[in-house]
């Protein structure tokens, strides 16, 4: 109702003008009327709007055009019950947005091309209802990554390249009011008692935020963004991230229950191949994920999807990964998916992996498959496990199948560059042999790299006996000869 401040108008999140304090008083404003119940009068918007102003045109993304924007802003904050506009659905809110803006614009006499007001209309009903300058960027499925470094600097990675953007907030309060709103949406908060963060949107789209006094230079966002067409392994053979024969053995790890873990460096895609990999495994299976901030997309009907805590702000009620771990061993689970390894639930998933929940899966940082060997055994003893190494070895071995490994490579693209199986103990040394691997041959003259997929001549991998069990064994067979003619014809 008309007078009444709402609390869009008080947050820097909605590009109100920049006075930031909430208890700010308004001394021009005339005592509240009598509650009405539309969300606007056209009165109200014309008083809040009577205000003189210089009658200057914006100049867009100009320091002009975000002082104009400020001030139709306030008065539209003054027009407004936010509570009423709630209780419309988006189109609608977005529609009655627009109307009052509109007339603001007409009464203070401000002289703007069709275009410019369109954009002025976008941003404001974007800060009011959406992330604000986010918005044009998370509209579009070409970006993988945007990197919000404060207020007047985000980039965009397009094509495994990063690229500056002309997108800018209007202050350090706006943006951190942004990052409030994301995160308030998953139950997490983020301020000086607890500057870090991650959370998600609600399409999945990883997030994470690090504020001031940790963030020198204003607020850090960053947002990996999840594509709306969900990839598969299909796909990836023709982006030419695996081979089809490579992708058929990787569909058959999946089907026969080798337990399987993606590694690669960060935005290598290793979440977006673990997705891939879900996809064949059968929809009477009960699945449970464990993830810090829920981005897994399983389209398995019995998936059961556990999140992780922090603790609160005395420090108390943080819910870890381990405990997510040990928890779902106790909910009857098929398979345990857990979208990131880093920490001591590497021991926990092991003993998932090895205690009858065939068909598990995990991520984690590596840039080799002998390097995520290592990785494994060290954040076990990190977790304070007092075994010798030889003994953590042979837990490895007797869970991990198969090691993927994805790969950005320096012009952008992604690869799976190793098929890997994990065979036995020599010694106090893990035995491995590669299945599948990518070997770059050169670069074209656009500087993108050219390589391929090739077959080690492995006559009978270690999941052999698997997929004979499976029914799996002559797919398996099939997909080997076919990687060996293919090399035989390029070679040839």
Known sequence: MFGKRSQFGTTPAS?????????????????????????????????????????????????????????????????????????????????????????????????????????????????????????????????????????????????????????????????????????????????????????????????????????????????????????????????????????????????VRCNIVVSGGTGSGKTTLLNCLTRYIEDDERIITCEDAAELQLQQPHTVRLETRPPNLEGQGAITMRDLVKNCLRMRPERIIVGEVRGPEAFDLLQAMNTGHDGSMGTLHANSPREALSRIESMITMGGYSLPSKTIREMIVSSVDVIVQAARLRDGSRRITHITEVIGMEGDTIITQDLVVYRITGEDANGRLIGKHQSTGIGRPKMWERARYYNEERRLAAALDAMEVADEARTG
């Open 15 to 255: 590009g109100a003008p920049a006075p930031a304090p909430v208890a700010a008083p308004t001394p021009q404003r005339a005592p509240d009327p009598a509650p009405l119940p539309s969300i606007t009068s056209p009165s109200a918007a014309m008083a809040a709007a009577a205000a003189p102003k210089a009658p200057a045109a914006p100049r867009a993304k100009s320091e002009d055009y975000y002082q104009t924007k400020s001030t139709i802003f306030g008065a539209l904050i003054e027009a407004i019950d936010l509570s009423q506009l709630s209780k419309l659905d988006s189109e609608a809110a977005r529609e009655e947005i627009r109307d009052i803006v509109n007339e603001i614009i007409a009464l203070k006499n401000l002289v703007m091309s069709i275009s410019e007001q369109e954009e002025l209309l976008d941003d404001i009903c974007n800060d009011v209802l959406g992330y604000g300058p986010l918005e044009p960027l998370l509209a579009r499925d070409d970006i993988a990554d945007i990197m919000v470094n404060g207020p007047s600097r985000t980039y965009i990675e397009v094509s495994g390249k990063i690229q500056l953007t002309n997108i800018r907030f209007r202050d350090s309060a706006q943006l951190m009011n942004i990052c409030q709103r994301i995160v308030s949406q998953v139950g997490r908060r983020v301020d000086e008692a607890s500057p870090i963060c991650d959370a998600r949107l609600p399409d999945g789209s990883r997030v994470n935020v690090i504020a001031p006094p940790l963030a020198i230079d204003g607020a850090a966002l960053t947002i990996r963004k999840f594509k709306k067409d969900k990839l598969t392994l299909e796909q990836l053979v023709k982006f030419s991230s695996i081979s089809p024969e490579g992708a058929d053995i990787l569909k058959i790890a999946g089907r």
